[in-house]
Every structure is written in structure tokens, then in C-alpha cells.
């Protein structure tokens, strides 16, 4: 089937804010006595939304906390990601000019394990929020990536088969959830390794390397 859609991931997609994200976590875990490394959040958790990364690392480390400390945590990681946001440069180089092509022939969507109100607000402050048709977020959907709702969701509300869409992906948890849901896939190198990628059907340096001229060479790849 020809791909008809695309789906972008958010944070390490368009937006250059994996780094804020892993340093808001790392300052409010510091709080309770806990030390997340950058290399274990690359490695390990990027891809989880909020609550699945504390989830997981809670898992990890061997303890227990309750439903209101992960609350809490999630709350607090959100304020100073919000305090981080105010003073960086977001969209990585070429960005909007990649999404404005893409946009001008395929109906637009983006699944994310951020949340709805960073991605309108970072969308809206750079002119790009009329490009998307569709936003699925992590406070969107009941299973957040690795799990494929995210992506499903996104594609059922854009009005096109999932196996008629591509999703654009920056790290593992993501790749899984736009395959397991049917998608054709792009990775890009900005957080993970290549290796790390293997999976994708296309790996590219970034979001300014995804134009329609490669999407049409990935329809010829399974067309062909």
C-alpha cells in the first residue's frame, strides 16, 4: 500500500529536547537520593513518556513507590522541564523547513510519549502547529510507547491505514510501537546509534534529511 500519511515522533524528531528531559528527571531524582546517568537515559529510557520512565527505573533499580510519589515526581520533572524550555533553542536545524515539504503533500500527524500541551505550545511558539492535523500524546492514549496505540490512534484519527503511513523515529521504545502497529518506518540518528535503529526501514542523520522525494523512494522500495 502507498504511503498516504506521516507520523512524526516529537522530542529528538523535531524538537532538540531529550537532553532537557533527561535533565529535569536527573535534577528531581537527585532530590530523593537517586542518580539517573545521561548514558542510562539514552541507552535505557528514552522513549518512555514521563510515568513509564519513572516506572521503569523505579523497576530497575529494585524499589517500590506509591501511585502519589510517582505523581509527584512526574509533576515535578514537568515545572522544570517547562523552566528548561523558556531559555533553549528547540526545533533541530532544518526542522521546519522538512515539515512545511511534507505537509505541502501528505496529511500530517505526530504520536508522542510528550505531552499534549509541551508539543502545542512548542508548535504554536514556531509556526508549525497548522502542519498537523493530528497530535496523539502520551496523556492522550491509556498505553504510551513501546506500546503501538500511540501510532494507531494517530493513524485511525488521520483517516488512513496504518500500513499507509510513516513514522519518523528516534529511538528503539519508538520504532517498536510504529512497526507493531503496521507502519513503515524512518530513523534518525539524533538520540540513538544506527545500530540501535536496525529496525527501521530507512535511516537518515535527521529530520532535515526526510523529504517526499525520499518517502517516494521507500514506497518504490516495497512497491517495487
Known amino acids: 500500500m502507498s504511503i498516504r500519511a506521516v507520523v512524526l515522533d516529537f522530542d529528538g524528531v523535531i524538537a532538540d529536547t531529550e537532553r532537557l528531559h533527561y535533565a529535569a528527571f536527573r535534577d528531581v531524582f537527585a532530590d530523593r537520593g537517586w542518580t539517573l546517568s545521561e548514558a542510562a537515559?539514552?541507552?535505557?529510557?528514552?522513549?518512555?513518556?514521563?510515568?513509564?520512565?519513572?516506572?521503569?527505573?523505579?523497576?530497575?533499580?529494585?524499589?517500590?513507590?506509591?501511585?502519589?510519589?510517582?505523581?509527584?515526581?512526574?509533576?515535578?520533572?514537568?515545572?522544570?522541564?517547562?523552566?528548561?524550555?523558556?531559555?533553549?533553542?528547540?526545533?533541530?536545524?532544518?526542522?521546519?523547513?522538512?515539515?512545511?515539504?511534507?505537509?505541502?503533500?501528505?496529511?500530517?500527524?505526530?504520536?508522542?510519549?510528550?505531552?499534549?500541551?509541551?508539543?502545542?505550545?512548542?508548535?504554536?511558539?514556531?509556526?508549525?502547529?497548522?502542519?498537523?492535523?493530528?497530535?496523539?500524546?502520551?496523556?492522550?492514549?491509556?498505553?504510551s510507547k513501546p506500546a503501538p496505540e500511540t501510532y494507531l490512534t494517530a493513524a485511525e484519527r488521520l483517516g488512513v491505514p496504518a500500513s499507509a503511513c510513516v513514522a519518523v523515529e528516534d529511538s528503539v521504545a519508538g520504532l517498536a510501537a510504529a512497526r507493531s502497529a503496521g507502519m513503515r518506518t524512518i530513523g534518525v540518528t539524533t538520540t540513538s546509534t544506527r545500530l540501535a535503529l536496525a529496525s527501521a526501514d530507512c535511516i537518515v542523520a535527521g529530520l532535515h534529511e526526510v523529504s517526499p522525494d525520499l518517502i517516494a523512494a521507500l514506497d518504490d522500495k516495497f512497491l517495487g
Open 41 to 143: 537515559y539514552f541507552d535505557r529510557y528514552i522513549g518512555y513518556d514521563d510515568y513509564g520512565l519513572v516506572r521503569e527505573f523505579v523497576r530497575d533499580s529494585g524499589m517500590a513507590i506509591t501511585e502519589d510519589d510517582s505523581d509527584t515526581i512526574v509533576e515535578a520533572k514537568g515545572r522544570l522541564f517547562g523552566r528548561h524550555l523558556e531559555s533553549a533553542d528547540i526545533l533541530f536545524p532544518g526542522a521546519k523547513a522538512s515539515i512545511e515539504q511534507l505537509a505541502a503533500r501528505f496529511p500530517m500527524g505526530i504520536a508522542s510519549g510528550a505531552l499534549h500541551h509541551e508539543i502545542v505550545a512548542i508548535l504554536r511558539t514556531s509556526g508549525l502547529l497548522e502542519r498537523f492535523s493530528v497530535i496523539v500524546a502520551a496523556d492522550d492514549v491509556t498505553l
